[in-house]
Structure formats: structure tokens, C-alpha cells
């Protein structure tokens, strides 16, 4: 076996003890067997357990689920399943709350207990596995919410390192998704300007006849609406770094406006006559090809080569493969925390599937992905049954026979009414008017595709 995996069998009965450990042989690397609390504690203090299987009535003033709290204080983490003749649903629920993995009465069905040995096993490595990926986590040591170790992204961050305690201007290109604003503020945390502020501004979301007073500010009556000076982010970014997010998508008369700050490092705000100093450190950021802009005549070279004196390219998350586990951790502890679930882990061929994954959408699609298995997943183990069908090739679908018209609708209906119900917090009535639906067909549909646990 590739994992070292050791038993240890704590039961009165000789021969129980005996049957169980000739019947498990072939689950385990080593089995030990014991007859009281005293002599379990023994045995698992000086060796190294995974599980422990243990009847719940032993002889003493101890029984199997008072070991089961024992073995927890000692090694927190093993797993264990308590056995009894005498099950009632209290002493199941007492045995779950002390840290048991599953219960079992008596008579034992050996194949039932090799089934249950190896879900425990399976259950035992994902969290070994859940506790390696923390502890790289912890090694990584995020730089400004940067999670990662791969080669491509330690580059990156050796750039940052390079040119943060500088005040050159540095333009950050990559795809939609792969976290440039998020490597523009590592920029800032990392310079002398900390302390200022970091200002960010989506020229791409802002329209042209806006965009001059967000910029540069305005006076008092310099135009209808202006009913009070403002000041433009490169006042509000004195002492700090003005991020621009979506620099291609600044049109050309701004373009020349952009250029003669740059240049001259002065400004005036829109109706006004004083002209200000700018002492904003520039960083820029765009998706697109910005050479390919300049090349085509739509965005002007002497502006680009203003913006490009230090350009890094950030890299796509199929590119950094190595990073998604420690990402997908990352993302799945935070959700857990925020949306007051239980703690979850990724099945190890769920995770295959996240790392092989192509990821259009980058970091940012990967982040919703694990927000929305967080919400609708019940169980504490995500599989690849749970995965969007959009991430699992055609060649790994559990069915490759074409789905029926209806399938597909329902499917797709299932789909929307899952994304609306994160959307909005699981409220009903917000949820039912974002889909264009009654309250009531909306609690048929949740109930018909049995989403009750998306809102618990």
C-alpha cells in the first residue's frame, strides 16, 4: 500500500479481536489488538494508529467512547468507528460528537466493516491531505492575498520585489481573472508609499463624458450636476498609487490628457484654472494586447511607452497547475468560514479534474466555482459528481450518450435557480423576482431539484 495505514482493535471478546483482525488484513499495513481502555492507550502511545476500532462496553471504569475522546486529545485527527450491541441514537450521536467517524452494532457484518474500514481510510488520507495543503499555505506566506509557489508566479513576485520600493510606473498585462489588481496592490504594500492610499479606477466601466472629472476632479458649476468641487483620483492618490484598470479602454481625446500628466506630472481639475501637482505613482493594467493597439492605431504609442517602463505579465491559471490545489484550499477554508459551513474537503479525483481543468475565467471563475460548492454541497467530502459539468471533459462525463431536450432544459433550469439562490443570500422573494418567477413555483422547483440543503 502506498500509505501507511495501522488498526488498532479494542474488544473484551478474544475472539472478536481475532476475526476482526485475520478479516482486515488485506486493508491495512498493520493490525494490533487490545482488550481494555488501559491497555489500547498503551499500545497507541507507543505506536502510530490511523484508526481505531473499539466496543463501546469494556471492562473498567472506562468504556470505548471515553477512548474515542482519549485517542482525539492524544492525536487529534484519527479516525475512529465504535462498535456496540447495544445501539440507541443517543449513544450514536455521543459517539459522533467524541470524534467517531461511523458506528456499527453487533452482529458485526465483516463486509460492512471492511467497507466502512476503507471509507475511513479514504476519509483519513483526505485529511492528511487537507493538512499538508494548509501547512504549504502557511509556508507560501501570502504577499497581499497572492496565493501560490509555482515557478510563473514566483517570477512575478521577484518583479514586484524588484520595482516596488521604486516609483517607476509599471504596467501589468494577463488575462480577465488572474488577479492584476491583486499584484498592483502587492506593488503598493511593498513600496514606501504603504501608507498613502491605493486608489483604483475601472476606465473601462466609466463613461467618456465622466471620465475626465474622475480623473482630474471638477469645480463647483463646471458642468450641470456639478454641484460641489470634487477631487479626481490623482488627488486622492497624493503620497500613494493610482491603479488603472482597463488602461485600453481609455478613449483617445483622455489618452492625450493622461499623456500631459505623465509628462509633466501637473493637472488642473475640470472647470478650473489652478493647476496641481500629481504625486501619484502609476500602475496600469489591461486584458487585452496593448501592442496589438498600438500596432492598429487605436491606442497612442508615446502614451504606451509612458506606461510600459517596468510591464508584467501575469500568467493564466492553466499555466500554474501546480497552484491550484493550494488555491482551491485557500478559497474552500475562506467560503467554509464566511458562509458558516462546516469544514469540507476535495476528493483526491475532484481535485484532478480542478488541476486539469482549462479555467477561461482564471483565478476568478476557480473562486466562484468553490463559493458555489460550498453553498450547495452537504457532505464534507466534494466529488466530481458535484462539479459543474463545464470542467469535467467530455472524455470523463459519467455518460457519453446525448441528453434528451428535456434533460438539458431541466439541467440548465437547476443551474440558474442554484447561481440565483447564492446571488441572493438564499432570500426566497429576491430570488424568485431575479428568476421572473412566483415564491411558490420557486419552492416547487427547490423542492422538485432538491436544493433544501443550498439554504440551511
Not at 90 to 108: H, Q, S, Y
Not at 244 to 249: A, K, R, S, W
Not at 301 to 324: A, H, K, M, S, T
Request: glycine share 6%; charged share 25%; net charge negative.
Amino acid at each position: 500500500m502506498d500509505d501507511e495505514f495501522h488498526i488498532l482493535v479494542v474488544d473484551d471478546e478474544p475472539n472478536i479481536r481475532s476475526g476482526l483482525a485475520k478479516g482486515l488484513k488485506r486493508e491495512a499495513n498493520r493490525i494490533e489488538t487490545a482488550g481494555t481502555v488501559n491497555e489500547a492507550l498503551d499500545k497507541f502511545d507507543s505506536g502510530n494508529f490511523q484508526l481505531v476500532i473499539a466496543d463501546v462496553r469494556l471492562p473498567g471504569d472506562r468504556d470505548g467512547l471515553e477512548l474515542v475522546s482519549l485517542v482525539q486529545q492524544r492525536q487529534p485527527g484519527t479516525t475512529a468507528i465504535v462498535i456496540t450491541a447495544h445501539g440507541t441514537v443517543e449513544t450514536a450521536v455521543d459517539a459522533m460528537r467524541r470524534g467517531a467517524f461511523d458506528f456499527i452494532t453487533k452482529p458485526v457484518d465483516l463486509n460492512l466493516i471492511r467497507q466502512q474500514v476503507a471509507k475511513a481510510r479514504e476519509h483519513h488520507q483526505l485529511q492528511a491531505e487537507n493538512r499538508q495543503l494548509k501547512g504549504k499555505l502557511a509556508e507560501v506566506g501570502e504577499v497581499s492575498g497572492i496565493v501560490g509557489n509555482c515557478r510563473a508566479l514566483k517570477d512575478v513576485l521577484t518583479q514586484v520585489r524588484q520595482v516596488a520600493d521604486t516609483d517607476a510606473t509599471v504596467l501589468i498585462q494577463g488575462e480577465s481573472g488572474t488577479g492584476k489588481e491583486l499584484i498592483a496592490r502587492a506593488i503598493h504594500d511593498l513600496s514606501t508609499r504603504s501608507a498613502g492610499p491605493f486608489v483604483a479606477v475601472n476606465l473601462g466601466a466609466l463613461p467618456e463624458s465622466l471620465l475626465e472629472s474622475e480623473l482630474f476632479g471638477h469645480e463647483k458649476g463646471s458642468f450641470t450636476g456639478a454641484s460641489r468641487q470634487k477631487p479626481g483620483c490623482f488627488e486622492v492618490a497624493k503620497n500613494g498609487t493610482l491603479f488603472l484598470d482597463e488602461i485600453t479602454e481609455i478613449p483617445s481625446k483622455s489618452q492625450v490628457d493622461l499623456l500631459r500628466v505623465l509628462e509633466t506630472g501637473q493637472f488642473a481639475r475640470v472647470g478650473g484654472e489652478q493647476t496641481l501637482e500629481s504625486d501619484a505613482r502609476i500602475v496600469s493594467a489591461t486584458n487585452r494586447s496593448i501592442q496589438k493597439l498600438v500596432e492598429d492605431g487605436t491606442f497612442r504609442e508615446d502614451l504606451f511607452y509612458r506606461l510600459n517602463i517596468v510591464p508584467i505579465d501575469v500568467p493564466p491559471l492553466r499555466q500554474r497547475q501546480d497552484d491550484i490545489p493550494l488555491l482551491a484550499q485557500h478559497f474552500l477554508s475562506h467560503f467554509c468560514t464566511r458562509h458558516r459551513r462546516q469544514e469540507k474537503t476535495i476528493a483526491p479525483n475532484a481535485m484532478e479534474i480542478f488541476v486539469s481543468a482549462n479555467w477561461p475565467g482564471n483565478i476568478r471563475q476557480l473562486r466562484n466555482v468553490i463559493e458555489r460548492l460550498v453553498v450547495t454541497v452537504a457532505d464534507d467530502v466534494i466529488s466530481p459528481a458535484d462539479l459543474p459539468t463545464d470542467l469535467i471533459p467530455v472524455s470523463n462525463a459519467p455518460s457519453a450518450k446525448p441528453r434528451s431536450l428535456a434533460e438539458v432544459t431541466e439541467l440548465a433550469e437547476k443551474e440558474a435557480i442554484q447561481s440565483a439562490l447564492v446571488e441572493n443570500d438564499c432570500h426566497r422573494e429576491q430570488t424568485a423576482k431575479a428568476l421572473g418567477i412566483s415564491v411558490r413555483t420557486l419552492h416547487y422547483k427547490i423542492n422538485r431539484y432538491d436544493l433544501q440543503s443550498m439554504c440551511r
